[in-house]
């Protein structure tokens, strides 16, 4: 062991010795792996080793099958055998909502590019697996690239490999403290301190404890899991082929063959947390005691799907602990305030994905940017909030238990909520508020007036639809109000301020009293955000976008900061309504002290309206003459009083978001995770034309240039009309050109004002036309579609404008 390597990975298990590897092969040579015990010593070693590529989260499928075909790879670079046995795998239908939806998945795939999949029935289902009862299955999903490994052969390969590249591997050795230094970090192990620029958590059962060593509180948690692996099993000693790795959803278990029996894994109904706050550091190889009791009901199903399980008795049992975040993806990336620190931990899955999260993390570490959106599973997607400790019991809870349950889109789960309320919460859940959680806030999706109203889970139009109708109706006809305490404010000021912002921002800033949209780019040129920028004319500015992205946005604009510039989350403390609709305007003349009709499209002042000092620009996200106002916190339940009364005799009605993002897809307005992801870059998106290309610099110019001076992207961003019926797209389904795939859906809704089914997609640029005919999958049936012109209703924007 040296006194100083460049990175020090701390964890050997799965995920550690992949970003080990990755570092070592994308060109780090000074790096070395610390592990406590030996290599496995975490979850790694008892993991059941199965691999499948499919997920229902479309990137985190691509961050598997980018494992998945890794494996021989490391295989032949290591020289180790990592006991691959691809024996294809069956994902199971046990309801008609779930063999729809698995149809619909099995499109979402294509999407991506995983083309190695096709949907079968029962009878082939049984022909592939002949230990399986079809009983109850309505049909499956067979894919080429899944079947198992050998663990702990997994993970030597990964080390092996590595070491072949230049890294070191540092056994019996734990990181007892983390001290941010400089340059970096000191690393005090129990063989010496090292000195590191960089430092990875890759310790899985542990990575709250090597999280806590930095001041970092990681939303993370153990769970235990159970498997058990058969006696022989008679069938199949007598087949000449090893029976796939299947997924019975309906079931909650998993089962491959082992030798001549079966491993069948479960996900419990009933989870169990283990050491929330990590594992013990004297926790060796030993396992938790077997409780068949408490999965008695998945037991039961998974021996009646297996019922030669009901001859044979189990060989073995496994009970260990694995880590989960809140939504069950993993926590990779940089922590603002902590540069050099890097995490890889909550890898619930890690022989699936523990080679996509190295590679993208070797690359974010080397290249300052990961090369495929990564959103999904950056540390950043969480703030401060999800560190308490009972939202992280419930959330990595919830998704245990569900994680093979089918969450309909339309779904709004219970867990870790209500935790964040705007003011106005109890008023307006009064008024018949139906409510969804983004990053822990409630936010209002519609106002049902009937009592006792239950919007039905559905991969179609729910039962929501009209209510929804009706809101985008009195929007465009007389006035809506939303709520928008939901969305992220930042405010920048000091002398620097607009330096700053005309170097982050590709955009021109906004002149004073005017607000300006603002794509922001990655020095490659890809998208960073799709923000609004606000000059107040006093020396400060506010930068809105989503809120869900505020400790992402954040960490970006501390990893840029420099002169004299303040930036300050100011989300919590401002909140607000938007009025939007032909009648909007009149509702502010009765209020507003001042003249608000002066107010120009895109302008932004301080404002009086009744009691409350506000501040409001004029846009509107629905396309219609609209006002954003802000208040503090402490103003919004007033406010909102005093708007509705004004509003009353022209027709006020207060709108949730399910009507906005149909009021806005029929202005083809794009939004954050559909049209514009950091995958994406501003010429795909239409986001061009806010560049100033004029200005001396801003960050991702050079790239921009040279995409504008080039070919023009492959893809670009269109609007279609789809002859749906009683689906609409959501997003990811493939588009189709006499039947070769073109592009796919960005996002999709009903267009209630203009009565058409429309969606948002990237298709090849030489479609990119006007009128081209297509066809899209819609929760798996073929649908026709036809390009049309952006922005379907009031093209010209003079709503907007009036
Ligand atoms: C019963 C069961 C079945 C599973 N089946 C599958 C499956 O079929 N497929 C699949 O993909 N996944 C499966 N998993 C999950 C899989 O085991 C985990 O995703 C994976 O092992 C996580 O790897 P890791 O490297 O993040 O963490 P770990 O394997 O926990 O490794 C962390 C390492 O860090 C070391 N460490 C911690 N703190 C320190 C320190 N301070 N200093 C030095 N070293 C330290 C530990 O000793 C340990 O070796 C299963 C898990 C269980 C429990």
Redesign the pocket.
Known sequence: MKSHYQAVV???????TSVLYHLAKFGWKDVCL????V??????W??????HALNADPNIASLQAYTIDLLSEIERESGQNIGLHMTGGITLAGTPDRWEWLQSAYRTFQSIGIDDCRLITPQEAKELCPIMSTDGILGGMWADREG?ID?TGTVHAYAGAARKHGAEVIEH????ELNQTASGWEVV?EKGTIHAEHVVN?????AK??GRMAGIELPVSPLN???LISDTIPELEDLDFEVPMTVDLEGFT?MRQDQKGILL?IYEIDHQHWNMDGAPWDYGFELQQEDPDRIEKELTLGFERYPALQEVGVKTW??????FSPDGNPLVGPVRGKPGYWC??A????????GGVGKSLAEWMIHGEPEADVFGMDVARYGDFAGNKQFIKETTGQFYTRRFVMTYPNEQLPAGRPMKMAPAYADMTAAGCQWGASWGLEVPLYFAAIPDFAEKPSLKRSNAHDIVAAECKNVRENVGLLDISGFSRFEVSGAGAAAWLDHIMASKLPAPGRARLAPMLSPEGRMKGDLTVFNWGDGTYWIMGSYYLRAWHMRWFHDHLGGDVDVKDISDAMVGFSLAGPNSRKVLEKLTEGDIGALPFMGCGGFDIGLHRVRIGRLSVAGELGYEIHCPAVHHIALRKLLLAAGADVGIGEYGFNALLSLRLEKSFGIWSAEFTQAYTAAQTGMDRWIAWDKPAFVGKEAAIQERDGNGPAQRLVTLHVQAQDADASGYEPVWKDGKRVGFVTSGGYGHTTDMSLAMAMVDSDLATEGTELSVHIVGVERKCTIIAPSPYDPRGQAMRG
């Open positions: 701390i964890g050997g298990g799965v995920v550690g610390v592990e406590r015990s290599l496995t010593a975490g979850s790694s008892h993991a059941a080793g199965g691999i198992y663990t050795n734990r990181v007892l192990t890759a310790a899985g059962l542990w404890q090597v899991h159970h498997y998993y894994g496994v009970n260990g602990a694995f880590t890889a931990c890898v619930m899955a890690g022989f699936l994905q523990g």
